[in-house]
């Protein structure tokens, strides 16, 4: 009722604006004698009421209501000018037909649409003014001190587009945290303008002389929000960026792509502090969110290793997407409780249940799915750890191999429509335990889809992820934090790198694209990576984004290639070939056979069960191996590298 209340108000506010409109515009008119202003003629009464009568109708039929004055707009404007002119055109039609207007003065008629426009739009933007505060700065009782706002300065660096973007949700928000003190832009031609009051007083590439001149104003700021991914914005070197840290500058950032997808706006989620890795990753790909939409909302979801770094963003971005239900499977104890703390406070509207289990175990693993019944299955859980693993082989080979294949056949027994493996750039032309492992877990998802007809088996591959629990990141950090040395076990090592939400956001592409092919082949996705990091590179960018000198102040010390390391990984592998299929995706055709046999996991997993590492070794790379090198006749493997 208050709703309709406020939507009838707002109609006959703008009835009332128009009634008013013509009045002046009828007393104003050159042509009407002097009397008028003694008394007025019976007819300006009924043509004021005829005018307003019209303007209301069409304040009705444009459905002026439902557009609240705070948030006037452009688009507002033009459907005001056009209300206006209508109804000044029906108007006169209508006084034509009656007494082919004698009593009308004709300047009325050009008068009347131009005062009920101003007036439309005036009444909308004090508002709007009022909504953002505006007019504050303009208050005469004020002195020079109390316009100055007591917040710490803030600068903005980004396009003038996006300043604006972020100044006018500010204002609507009435956020005072910071105060915007200027804006330094990647254009060039943009020095000199104002963007709702804030000048942008420099050029990207000349960040220190504008920091210089806001020292010498006295507005250097306290903290800089970066308007885009900072890794997006050409000229911020990690030196620079160690130095605005070291200066006490705190280095902001909005919400990603991701995050606000979990948000209706920019304003409900808080500005936060940049991430060592988000300024080290290269330009974010944005993949195709409608296709993810519909393939998750309203579907029930299990993700294994739900507590780790890949599995506890696929269970945040399912969440965001409105999936009908979400189980959380992993066997660390702490680490499920804090992924399903997390989902409770933060999507308390999403069904969930947090499933202590192991993939190993897959009596209680099949139970577990046929319980929860999921349509979609993520299989995030695995050892990944490269020297771990290779000095423990029947540990990786029980959770990598064994665990995939239980995973598989309780997706299955379940009825599930699809799963997805996660898996690793390392599973390429292995040579140590865990790729190996990795490459077998690629097979057992062949394998299923071969020999089932229901469900659809796909894998994702990707490099290193920036941030994970296996990335070198989190060491190099801990390593800079203690003051050094920072270790590097090769100059010339190189890898893949990705970020944390990326690596998810893949997941669901795959999966999403895999529902949309043929059945009866498994497909293996890779992101197109760009161009490999040297790690050594990477070090000593950190150094320097902490504020320190590398070689000086902290220690780079390369302590060798650990054993089954490799100096660089590669997404392909040798027996396959690519074809473009679209935009930065290509389709890989594999002549290798990919066949994996519940036999020969079954002796695979007597061996691990039994401790013998020599034999799970020797077995483990013996079927490697073969799925790399044996003549083609299988089905094939189809590769998409998605971009």
């Known amino acids: 009722m208050d709703r ?70 452009i688009s507002d404007v033009l459907v005001l000018s056009r209300s206006a002119v209508l109804t000044v055109g029906v108007f006169l039609l209508a006084v034509f037909v009656f007494d082919r207007a004698r009593t009308l003065p004709r300047s009325t008629l050009f008068m009347a649409p131009l005062i009920q426009m101003a007036a439309s739009m005036g009444v909308r933007i004090l508002r709007r003014a009022m909504h953002e505060r505006v007019l504050e700065s303009f208050s005469p009782l004020k002195s020079i001190t109390d316009r100055m706002s007591k917040a710490p300065s803030l600068l903005l660096i980004g396009p003038a587009s996006l300043a604006d973007t972020y100044l006018r949700d500010v204002a609507r928000g009435h956020d005072r945290g910071y105060t915007p003190v200027g804006i330094v832009t990647p254009d060039r031609r943009d020095i000199g303008q104002q963007v709702r009051g804030v000048c942008i007083i420099e050029s990207l590439e000349r960040l220190d002389e504008a920091l210089a001149d806001l020292r010498r104003w006295n507005r250097y700021p306290r903290a800089i929000l970066f308007l885009e991914e900072p890794a997006r914005l050409k000229g911020l070197t990690a030196d620079m960026l160690g130095r605005l840290k070291n200066d006490g500058i705190r280095l902001l950032r909005l919400p990603s792509i991701v995050e606000l997808a979990q948000h209706d ?21 944005e993949l195709d969110r409608g296709a993810i939409a519909k393939l998750i909302r309203g579907r029930r979801v299990l993700i294994t290793g739900a507590g780790g770094s890949i599995g506890a963003e696929l269970c945040r971005q399912v969440a965001a997407f409105d999936c009908e239900h979400l189980t959380l499977l992993d066997i660390s104890e702490t680490a499920l409780f804090e992924i399903e703390r997390e989902m409770r406070e933060t999507y308390p509207q999403i069904s969930r249940r947090a499933v202590l289990c192991d993939v190993r175990h897959a009596g ?14 993520f299989h995030a859980a695995a050892l990944k750890h490269v020297s771990m693993v290779e000095r423990h082989p029947s540990e990786g080979v029980l959770t990598n191999v064994v ?15 699809q799963m997805v493996l996660i898996s690793t750039d390392k599973a390429v032309d292995p040579t140590n335990v865990m790729g190996a492992t990795k490459r077998l877990a690629e097979a057992v998802i062949q394998a299923q889809q071969s020999n089932h007809e229901g469900a659809r088996f796909s894998a994702v591959r990707f490099g290193n992820v920036l941030g994970s629990a296996g990335s070198v990141v989190p060491i190099f950090k801990s390593q800079i934090e203690r003051g050094g040395p920072v270790t590097v076990t090769h100059p010339d090592m190189m890898r893949f790198f990705m970020t944390i939400p990326e690596a998810a956001q893949l997941v669901l592409h795959a999966t999403a694209t ?18 490999p990091v040297r790690i050594l590179d990477l070090a000593r960018q950190m150094i320097a984004l902490s504020g320190r000198m590398p070689g000086k102040d902290i220690e780079i010390e390369i302590t060798g290639l650990r054993p089954g390391e490799k100096l660089t990984e590669a997404l392909l592998d040798e027996t396959e070939r690519a074809i473009p299929c679209a935009p930065k995706v290509l389709e890989v055709i594999s002549n290798a056979a990919v066949h994996l046999t519940a036999t020969q996991v079954t002796d695979l997993a007597a061996f691990a069960e039994a401790g013998d590492t020599a034999a799970v070794r020797r077995l483990l790379f013996e079927l490697v191996g073969q799925i790399r090198r044996e003549k083609p006749g299988s089905p094939n493997l189809r590769v998409v590298v998605g971009g």
């Open 265 to 285: 706006s920019v304003t409900l989620l808080p500005m936060r502090d940049i991430n060592i890795e988000e300024l080290l990753a290269r330009d974010p790909i």
């Open 4 to 73: 309709v209340a406020f939507r009838a108000q707002t109609v006959v506010a703008d009835i009332a604006l128009a009634a008013l409109a013509f009045a002046l515009a009828y007393v104003l008119a050159p042509t009407l004698p002097e009397m008028v202003w003694t008394e007025l003629p019976s007819s300006f009464w009924q043509l004021t009421g005829l005018y307003a009568a019209i303007a209301g109708g069409f304040a009705f039929l444009f459905r002026r209501e439902l557009s609240p004055w705070r948030y006037v707009s």
């Open 514 to 531: 895999s529902a949309e092919g043929e059945r009866g082949e498994a497909r293996l996705f890779l992101l197109e990576m760009g161009e």
């Open 403 to 417: 665990g995939t294949w239980n995973v598989t056949e309780a997706s299955k027994a379940c009825g599930a429509g």
């Open 364 to 377: 209680r693993l099949t139970a577990a799915f046929k319980g929860e019944t999921p349509d979609l299955v």
